[in-house]
């Protein structure tokens, strides 16, 4: 069975940086396009950021553009989320999923993904 472990969150003051890790299991790590999503109290799912394992083709959304970095070590079955200059309205549960890649890229919708992680906590004080 597919297993994606999401860590790496925690409390961080606006401003500050963290970076998260999703460490896959059990399918061929290059074959895949991984996604990171959150969701904050109240709120719907939001795609945040995603690449393409086989060349590291990615994509982020617009509110995270030049904050966010995603990176994918395939060595290591493991793609992160590098975090800088994070906002209180980044506080969320932050999930990494998995699909099969596409010829065209990645895409931030959920409902293209088959496998998901349990989440961890980022939550940014201001």
């Known amino acids: 069975e597919v297993q994606l472990v999401e860590s790496g969150g925690g409390l961080v003051q606006a401003g500050g940086s963290l970076r998260l890790s999703c460490a896959a299991s059990r399918f061929t790590f290059d074959e895949y396009a991984i996604g990171w999503f959150r969701q904050a109290p109240g709120k719907e799912r939001e795609g945040v950021s995603c690449?393409?394992?086989?060349?590291?083709?990615?994509y982020n959304i617009h509110s995270v553009k030049g904050r966010f970095t995603i990176s994918s070590d395939n060595s290591k079955n493991t793609v992160y989320l590098q975090m800088n200059s994070l906002k209180p309205e980044d506080t969320a549960v932050y999930y990494c999923?998995?699909?099969?890649?596409?010829?065209?890229?990645?895409?931030?919708?959920?409902?293209?993904?088959?496998?998901w992680g349990q989440g961890t906590q980022v939550t940014v004080s201001s």
């Open positions: 999923a998995a699909m099969v890649a596409s010829d065209y890229g990645c895409y931030l919708r959920g409902i293209m993904y088959d496998y």
């Open positions: 690449i393409r394992n086989s060349d590291g083709t990615a």
